[in-house]
Each structure stands twice: as structure tokens, then as C-alpha cells.
T-cell receptor, first 114, second 118 residues
């Protein structure tokens, strides 16, 4: 069973609107949680990274939240643009894994339409 | 930010040939590099962990003789897909762990290599 679950699988939003993506994880013990943006045919690009002591982190129009007690995170995209169309991946790192292995969610495919 | 260069970005080859993919950390030393495989509409799947100067650690189900990994320096790791077959066609992505911060497990990803085996 995947230790990182994302929802929804995909969503379509109108340009200029906001949206929120969800990530639930069971990874324990937990070191940090990252959100990546992956354009089609490209490698993932980091948007935010949060440790267990942080509960929000912003990067421009992207705002991530983290509730380490409930093991939930969200990524909020404000005033979406066409260039926001991509897959958004939630990634969680084990705190005891010295090799730095990451647990990947399956991603949420976001399509922004004009 | 840190840059990881992956080359080539796309390769098409005939069945039975071998293909080498390079992953370079351009502005930092990468003590550990990771190789991932990604099928369409699926998430990244870790294939192997590569540490400089030592043998790679392969994930369960990944054939080490099929996917040869060499991490000869702190800035370069290579993945060679030997005797490629159509089922090896996929998107291969490398990442590099910044070894400067000992407590950090930040990974930076390459842009990926699209392998198509005919």
C-alpha cells in the first residue's frame, strides 16, 4: 500500500481560479514533506519543503500546509495560470533513512483551461 | 539553486543495443544519486541508489545486470540499459543528493530521459 496518497487524481480549473490539492501520508517517522511540480516529459521541480515543525510554506502563488498530527498536507494554487498545468507530486522523507529515500505520491494532474 | 544535468533528454534505439544515460551535478558534490523510472501517468519508482565509490543498491525487482550504474565521481553517475527491449521504454529520471549539508536529504532532479526501444 502506498504510504503517500494524493487526491484528487486529476482536476480541471479555469484560469484565474484557485484550487487545493490534498496529500495524506502514513510514513513514520517523518522527516519532511515536499511538493514538486512536474511538467509533461520533464523532471520534478521543487515547490516547497516542510519539516514536521512547520505548518505552512509559500512559494509565490503556491502555498503548502502541513498537519503532522493528522499526517495531512495540502497545496493551494492561487490565481491559476495556464503554465500551472502539470502534475503535482507530494513526496515524504523518512527520518531514519540515511540514504535519503523518498516516498512518492501518484500525483495530481492539474489542467488549467482558458 | 542546485542544478542537475541529465543527458540525453531523448533516445531512440534498436532492440538489443545498450544505452547510457548520464547524470551530473553541476554546482555541488553529490555523494548519493538516485535513479527512477516513470511510466505514463504514474509516479516515480526508485530503481537504485548510487553512492560514489561503491556499488549501487538496487530496489527489489530491478535487475542489476540489466541496469548498470556507475558513480565514479562526486558529480557524475551513469545508468546503462543493457540489451534494451521495447518493455524498457520509459522515462528515466536521476536525482542527486547534496552532500554539503550532512543533515540534509534534499534531492535535485534531472530533466529526465525518454527512452524508446524499437
Amino acid at each position: 500500500k502506498n504510504q503517500v496518497e494524493q487526491s484528487p487524481q486529476s482536476l480541471i480549473i479555469l484560469e484565474g481560479k484557485n484550487c487545493t490539492l490534498q496529500c495524506n501520508y502514513t510514513v513514520s517517522p517523518f522527516s519532511n514533506l515536499r511538493w514538486y511540480k512536474q511538467d509533461t516529459g520533464r523532471g520534478p521541480v521543487s515547490l516547497t519543503i516542510m519539516t514536521f515543525s512547520e505548518n505552512t510554506k509559500s512559494n509565490g502563488r503556491y502555498t503548502a500546509t502541513l498537519d503532522a498530527d493528522t499526517k495531512q498536507s495540502s497545496l493551494h494554487i492561487t490565481a491559476s495560470q495556464l503554465s500551472d498545468s502539470a502534475s503535482y507530486i507530494c513526496v515524504v522523507s523518512h527520518s531514519t533513512d540515511s540514504w535519503g529515500k523518498l516516498q512518492f505520491g501518484a500525483g495530481t494532474q492539474v489542467v488549467v483551461t482558458p | 539553486g542546485a542544478v542537475v544535468s541529465q543527458h540525453p533528454s531523448r533516445v531512440i534505439c534498436k532492440s538489443g543495443t545498450s544505452v547510457k544515460i548520464e547524470c551530473r551535478s553541476l554546482d555541488f558534490q553529490a555523494t548519493t544519486m538516485f535513479w527512477y523510472r516513470q511510466f505514463p501517468k504514474q509516479s516515480l519508482m526508485l530503481m537504485a541508489t548510487s553512492n560514489e565509490g561503491s556499488k549501487a543498491t538496487y530496489e527489489q525487482g530491478v535487475e542489476k545486470d540489466k541496469f548498470l550504474i556507475n558513480h565514479a565521481s562526486l558529480t557524475l553517475s551513469t545508468l546503462t540499459v543493457t540489451s534494451a527491449h521495447p518493455e524498457d521504454s520509459s522515462f528515466y529520471i536521476c536525482s542527486a543528493r547534496d552532500g554539503r549539508a550532512l543533515l540534509s536529504d534534499i534531492q535535485y532532479f534531472g530533466a529526465g530521459t525518454r527512452l524508446s526501444v524499437l
